[in-house]
C-alpha cells in the first residue's frame, strides 16, 4: 500500500514537473517571438536618411549657385543706382535679405549632408539657421512694403505722402532690421544653454 502511494506520489512529482517545463518552454517561445515582433517593426520603422542627406544637399547646392550669382549681379547694378524713390530703397533692402540668405545656404547643406561633425551641425542651429529665418521674413515683410508703395503710387500719383519719402523709407528698413534682429537674439543666446536633467522616475519612487 505504502508502495503503490509512493509510486503515484512520484508519478503526480514528475507529471508537474513536466507540465512546468512544458510552460516554460512556451513562454520562452512567446518572449523570442516577441522580441523578434519588436525587432522587426523596429527595422520597418527605421528613419530613411537618404533624402535629406542627399537629395537635398544637391538641391541646396543649386540654390546656393543660382542665388550668389543672381543676387550679386542685382545688387552690384543697383549700387550704382541712386536712391530716389522708397521702391528703390526697399528693393536694395530686399537684394540684400535674399543675398543673406543665399549666404547661410553652405551651412545648412554641409548639415544636411553630414560634413562637418556636430560643431558644424550646432552652429547651423545656433546662427545661421536663425539668419537663414531672419533674411526670410525681412523678404517677406520688404515686398510688403514694397506693395505699400505701389498702392500709394496708383492712389496718390501726384501727391507725395510721409511713407513716399526716402528718409521715411530708409527709416523704415532700418526698424525692421533691428527689430527682427532683436527677435532672433533670443534663440541665439538660449540655444546654447545644456538641458538641464529631469529626475528619474525610480527616485522619486523610492522618496
Given amino acids: 500500500m505504502n508502495s503503490s502511494l509512493l509510486n503515484m506520489s512520484s508519478l503526480m512529482n514528475v507529471s508537474s514537473l513536466s507540465n512546468t517545463w512544458s510552460l516554460g518552454n512556451v513562454s520562452s517561445v512567446g518572449n523570442v517571438s516577441s522580441v523578434g515582433n519588436v525587432s522587426g517593426v523596429a527595422s520597418r520603422c527605421a528613419r530613411d536618411v ?7 544637399p544637391c538641391l541646396y547646392g543649386l540654390l546656393l549657385a543660382a542665388g550668389l550669382l543672381l543676387n550679386t549681379v542685382a545688387l552690384w547694378i543697383f549700387l550704382d543706382i ?12 530686399l537684394l540684400a535679405a535674399d543675398l543673406l540668405m543665399a549666404l547661410t545656404l553652405p ?8 560634413v562637418g561633425g556636430w560643431t558644424l551641425r550646432a552652429f547651423h542651429c545656433r546662427y545661421s539657421a536663425v539668419l537663414f529665418y531672419v533674411s526670410m521674413y525681412m523678404s517677406i515683410l520688404l515686398l510688403g ?8 503710387k496708383v492712389v496718390r500719383p501726384f501727391g507725395r505722402c510721409a511713407l513716399q519719402k526716402v528718409s521715411v523709407g530708409r527709416g523704415v528698413c ?12 533670443p534663440n541665439m543666446v538660449l540655444s546654447n544653454q545644456l538641458p538641464k536633467q529631469e529626475p528619474r522616475e525610480d527616485s522619486d519612487a523610492a522618496t
Avoid: C, E
Fill in 145 to 152: 512694403l514694397i506693395s505699400l508703395d505701389r498702392y500709394l
Fill in 174 to 185: 532700418a526698424v525692421v532690421w533691428a527689430t527682427m534682429l532683436a527677435l532672433a537674439l
Fill in 50 to 56: 537618404s533624402v535629406t542627406a542627399v537629395l537635398f
Fill in 107 to 114: 551651412f545648412k547643406l554641409l548639415s544636411d549632408a553630414g
Fill in 82 to 93: 541712386r536712391s530716389s524713390s522708397t521702391f528703390l530703397v526697399y528693393l536694395k533692402n
